[in-house]
């Protein structure tokens, strides 16, 4: 099993499990995991998903480049494969709860797409971060030049593109590829995790759809955004913890 979803309480964690390959992610396992992410999205329980690696140590090396070679005549392959490699991207980055990678080492190529494709991310000291293809002669996908350029701005992002460079954990927090450095990245994202599943959900992910239409070129409200401001005072959520915050102000 090479992709696997566990579920604690309100967090779910989905690990890549290839250590063999130091996780990189073959095509049958860029088609499971938008199944996965949805299935979380789906259980009404987990408020939560964190993206890690089932072997501390290290995140995903990126794409299976050995199968990208035995492969690469093949036209219908490579249609294949880039449309499954999108569809895991986008299924992180449009996923309706918050999406924490917990980066345990190195996170490169198609990994670090992943990780960007997450909500927050959190690296230990020891990772190693990079985008690679240019050392490959490929080409980043749009979709995912995107996420890189919303995370660190046009010119990092050249730079890292360019470069195809890897670099260290503290210079990624500097440029704003990651949001934190902590020694034990995964119990950070469970931290991080709980503190946000015991807050009202709808807030949460109201936000979250709010910051992707954002990213997506929205600059200003619509119809619909200020509906979500405006309902959530009706929600039965809202009188319930304004009545909880008197309660605990009496």
Same mark, same amino acid.
């Given at each position: 099993? &090479?992709?696997?979803?566990? &579920? ?23 088609? !499971?995991?938008? @199944? ?13 998903? $964190? ?17 990208? %070679?035995?492969?690469? &005549? ?18 992180? !980055? ?29 690296? @230990? ?38 470069? @195809?460079?890897?670099?260290? !954990? ?7 590829? $990651? ?11 469970? %931290?991080?995790?709980?503190?946000? %599943? ?28 200020? !509906?979500?401001? *405006?309902?959530?005072? %009706? ?13 605990? *102000?009496?």
């Amino acid at each position: 099993m &090479t992709l696997r979803l566990e &579920t604690e309480g309100a967090v779910a964690r989905l690990l890549i499990d290839r250590p063999n390959k130091r996780n990189a992610m073959s095509q049958a396992m860029w088609a !499971a995991l938008p @199944a996965l992410v949805d299935q979380a999205m789906r259980d009404d329980g987990i408020k939560v998903l $964190i993206l890690t690696s089932a072997t501390p140590g290290f995140f995903c090396a990126g794409a299976d480049i050995g199968e990208f %070679a035995d492969h690469s &005549t093949s036209e219908e392959w490579r249609a294949v494969n880039q449309t499954a490699i999108r569809a895991s991207h986008a299924a992180l !980055a449009h996923a309706s709860k918050p999406v924490i990678a917990a980066i345990d080492g190195d996170c490169i190529g198609g990994g670090c797409g992943l990780a960007m494709a997450c909500d927050i991310r959190i690296a @230990a000291p020891h990772a190693r971060l990079g985008i690679t293809p240019a050392k490959l002669g490929i080409v980043y996908s749009l979709f995912d030049t995107k996420l890189l350029v919303d995370l660190v701005g046009p010119g990092q992002a050249k730079r890292l593109l360019f470069s @195809a460079a890897l670099i260290d !954990a503290p210079e990624a927090l500097s440029i704003g590829l $990651i949001e934190e450095i902590a020694e034990d990245p995964l119990a950070r994202a469970l %931290a991080i995790a709980e503190t946000i %599943a015991i807050n009202a959900q709808h807030s949460v992910r109201a936000t979250k759809a709010i910051v992707r239409r954002i990213l997506d070129g929205q600059a200003d409200d619509d119809s619909e955004t200020l !509906a979500l401001f *405006r309902d959530a005072f %009706a929600r039965e959520e809202f009188a319930d913890r304004v009545a909880a915050f008197r309660n605990r *102000r009496n």
